[in-house]
């Protein structure tokens, strides 16, 4: 139980395009879904917290409008990088917490990522 | 916001010996505190958790032990397998309030080498 996915795996698009990630909890329902970045070799860093039926919230110096997040479901978050730039290439990844009747467990569940590559 | 420190960089052991990886943190406030394991490429893969008001956790090799005083947690890996080899993150948040959800505040990973 409890799987995430992601798709696509890996893009490669051109300067200035806009590219969709689709975020998926297969076997639970996730109010919340969470969207990260990872640099080659570093950490993970919070992007943004994905609420299902309203507005995201994005951490500090993460642009709002260049990383368009829609959760329209509760299985189903995207993330859209708009008019993306080299420097936007990275491993996004996103995780869900598991609802569980009205409660929310803390343990988050990552997909298995997605590579941007930017030309 | 909360920041969290993680030690050792690097961390290289003999197969059957033990590994210890600590982190601290800053927010006194979290209180759930995850370790994930992340192979080159992959996701993270969740090997153990522990929230603020348990001191210690075990999983057959895994343990994870938690001082809220010192604000700092370590991951125990007792008799080292070559597929332990990896890295690991360490992560805090508030954990599921109620009302509201809060992400992870990851530490910057261990690489955690098993040398046969």
């Known amino acids: 139980g409890a799987v995430v996915s992601q798709h696509p795996s890996r893009v490669i698009c051109k300067s200035g395009t806009s590219v969709k990630i689709e975020c998926r909890s297969l076997?639970?329902?996730?109010?919340?879904m969470f969207w990260y970045r990872q640099f080659p070799k570093q950490s993970l860093m919070l992007m943004a917290t994905?609420?299902?039926?309203?507005?995201?919230?994005?951490e500090q110096g993460v642009e709002k409008d260049k990383f368009l997040i829609n959760h329209a479901s509760l299985t189903l978050s995207t993330l859209t990088v708009t008019s993306a730039h080299p420097e936007d290439s990275s491993f996004y990844i996103c995780?869900?917490?598991?609802?569980?009747?009205?409660?929310?467990?803390?343990?988050?569940?990552f997909g298995p990522g997605t590579r941007l590559t930017v030309l | 916001g909360e920041n969290v420190e993680q030690h050792p960089s690097t961390l290289s052991v003999q197969e059957g010996d033990s590994a210890v990886i600590k982190c601290t943190y800053s927010d006194s406030a979290s209180n759930y505190f995850p370790w994930y394991k992340q192979e080159l490429g992959k996701r993270p893969q969740l090997i153990i958790d522990?929230?603020?008001?348990?001191g210690e956790k075990k999983d057959q090799r895994i343990a994870v032990t938690l001082n809220k005083t010192a604000k700092h947690f370590s991951l125990h890996i007792t008799e080292t397998q070559p597929e332990d080899s990896a890295v690991y993150f360490c992560?805090?948040?508030?954990?599921?309030?109620?009302?509201?959800?809060?992400?992870?505040?990851f530490g910057k990973g261990t690489h955690l080498i098993i040398q046969p």
């Open positions: 076997d639970f329902q996730a109010t919340t």
């Open positions: 994905s609420n299902e039926g309203s507005k995201a919230t994005y």
């Open positions: 995780s869900a917490r598991d609802l569980v009747g009205s409660l929310s467990t803390d343990t988050q569940y």
């Open positions: 522990i929230r603020s008001n348990v």
């Open positions: 992560a805090a948040s508030l954990g599921w309030t109620g009302g509201g959800a809060d992400g992870l505040t």
